[in-house]
């Protein structure tokens, strides 16, 4: 097993199902992009409350990030060529949505007023501010 730091947009919507001892869990799909331009899908399951109630919380095609516990396997498919198989163990998701909602909760009920663009400081040089001569 890896730890792991996913992200991606989530393909499909999140379902719920109970377990043999009746407690909830979440399975989720994470289309994560590679670096070849290409996409992997990645199976989520989330077994604690937290991480059930954001992966539930999210629609098709929310950017997500999901950190865990990662298992790699292969897959044949219908032509018999193997493919690779991620499958993840959610113990924190975190998408924009609860990013928004935690700093409005921090500043209180009003959103915060977007900042200015940052100004480029002054400085004296004393006088060495010229051109470089080579």
């Known amino acids: 097993m890896i730890d792991a730091l996913i992200q991606g947009r989530i393909h499909g ?11 909830p869990f979440a399975l989720a799909k994470v289309r994560a992009p590679t670096t070849d331009g290409e996409s992997q899908f990645v199976s989520v399951i989330a077994f604690d409350d937290a991480p059930v109630t954001a992966l539930l919380g999210l629609g098709d095609g929310d ?20 493919r690779p198989s991620l499958d993840l163990v959610a113990h924190q998701v975190l998408s924009l949505y609860a990013v928004r909602h935690k700093r409005t909760a921090s500043q209180g009920e ?13 400085h004296d040089h004393g006088g060495m ?6």
Do not use: M
């Not at 516990?69 to 219908?78: A, E, F, I």
């Not at 009003?110 to 002054?122: E, H, I, S």
């Not at 501010?129 to 080579?134: K, R």
């Open 13 to 23: 919507q999140p379902t719920q199902r109970n377990g043999k001892n009746g407690k």
């Open 63 to 82: 950017a997500v990030a999901v950190a865990g516990t990662l298992k790699v396997g292969t897959w044949q498919d219908r032509e018999g060529a193997h």
């Open 110 to 122: 009003a959103p915060a007023a977007p900042r200015p663009a940052p100004t480029r400081p002054q």
């Open 129 to 134: 501010d010229g051109e470089i001569p080579f």
